[in-house]
């Protein structure tokens, strides 16, 4: 693996972002020749959900309201926003051999997503989050990472004549820490755009993770995690932005902030910006945070001449539509329900 350490020096394609700037000429040459646009490394979990008048105490059992599976995970979830504005989508990821794994893979097909290197593992389950949802709405959540967690190097060597013909690369974390490790390495030495959704956050991440991807996207929590920082607000955020850039030597940095929307920073050394959202009234913000990243990845691999300032705004925009219909996937906009003009 010696040769696949990426340094930050020989660190892929430009060290630093003008924000308020298309990309470098260089990079949207090299995207277009692309054929996908994004690859997405990460989860697939089936959301078990259950509907009470009020949680079970150890050893009851209750009759619940209402039962609803849904399509879940993180990654799975962006590659379904994504496909849904338009992106030709592959999928790198572990079901198992069951009713839940075979279900998610034709809902992929379904939506046009490359299923080629979603592997079928005998010895664990398909992911599943088991949910509980009360009548005052407070929820407990048990999630099973499953076959998320067989997830192998040789899964992403596999896939690296699939990583090496997309435009971006998205990782996200509901995998083995060193396999997510592995798969950076993999996308630096390809010099695909690399965008990291450092969700959920572990308490220690290799510096790679900081360095090589192009765009690291966190939630507020994430990010005080990531750095210390107590971030609340757009100038927390800020905050936690530069520390991100300066101290861990992130490229772009995108800190969601649910309804206060988002701040971004790049290490061009220019001001750290807050994207407020348009105020809504939410009806159901799960996975609002996935929209966005799908977004991103989204704008991020076909429009390339862009400026970052801009794509924030579109995900913004994309995840504040998710907020207010219910469900994950099921609150996606598909590219026709989109504003005439919005891609
Ligand atoms: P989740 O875990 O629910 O998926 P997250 O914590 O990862 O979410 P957030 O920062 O809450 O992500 O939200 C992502 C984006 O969704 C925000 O940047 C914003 O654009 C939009 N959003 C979320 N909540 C709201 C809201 N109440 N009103 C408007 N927009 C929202």
Request: charged content about 20%; some cysteine.
């Amino acid at each position: 693996e010696g040769n696949l350490l990426i340094s930050r020096k020989s660190s892929p394609v430009h060290s630093s972002v003008a924000l308020d700037q298309p990309r470098p000429q260089e990079i949207f040459d090299n995207m277009l020749e692309k054929k996908i646009d994004i690859c997405f490394i990460g989860g697939i979990i089936m959301d078990m959900t259950s509907y009470m008048d009020a949680f079970p105490k150890p050893g009851e059992t209750k009759v619940g309201h209402r039962f609803e599976a849904g399509y879940g995970g993180k990654a799975a979830n962006q590659a379904a926003l994504a496909a849904k504005l338009g992106a030709k989508c592959a999928m790198v990821a572990r079901v198992g051999d069951d009713a839940n794994g075979r279900s998610y893979i034709d809902h992929f097909r379904s939506l046009g997503i490359n299923v080629n290197n979603i592997r079928t593992s005998d010895k664990s389950s398909t992911g599943a989050a088991n949910i509980w949802v009360d009548d005052s709405g407070m929820n407990c959540i048990c999630v099973i990472l499953g076959a998320n967690l067989d997830m192998t190097k040789q899964d992403i060597l596999d896939a690296e004549d699939t990583i090496a013909a997309s435009a971006a690369v998205v990782i996200g974390l509901e995998l083995d820490i060193d396999i997510a490790h592995f798969a950076i390495q993999i996308a630096g030495k390809h010099k695909v755009q690399c965008l990291l959704n450092a969700a959920p956050m572990p308490k220690d991440m290799h510096e790679d993770f900081f360095c090589i991807p192009d765009v690291f996207n966190v939630n507020e929590s994430e990010a005080s995690i990531a750095t210390g920082i107590a971030v609340t607000d757009a100038e927390s955020a800020k905050l936690a932005a530069r520390h991100l850039v300066e101290k861990k030597h992130c490229k772009t940095v995108i800190i969601t902030l649910g309804e206060n929307g988002a701040v971004f920073g790049s290490n061009d050394g220019a001001q750290f910006v807050h994207v407020p959202t348009d105020p809504v009234k939410a009806v159901d913000t799960t996975g609002a945070g996935d929209a966005f990243c799908g977004a991103l990845a989204f704008f991020w691999a076909k429009y390339p001449d862009l400026p970052v300032e801009t794509i924030v705004k579109k995900c913004c925009d994309v995840a504040t539509m998710s907020v207010l219909k219910p469900g994950t996937q099921a609150s996606f906009p598909s590219r026709e329900e989109l504003p005439e003009g919005f891609i």
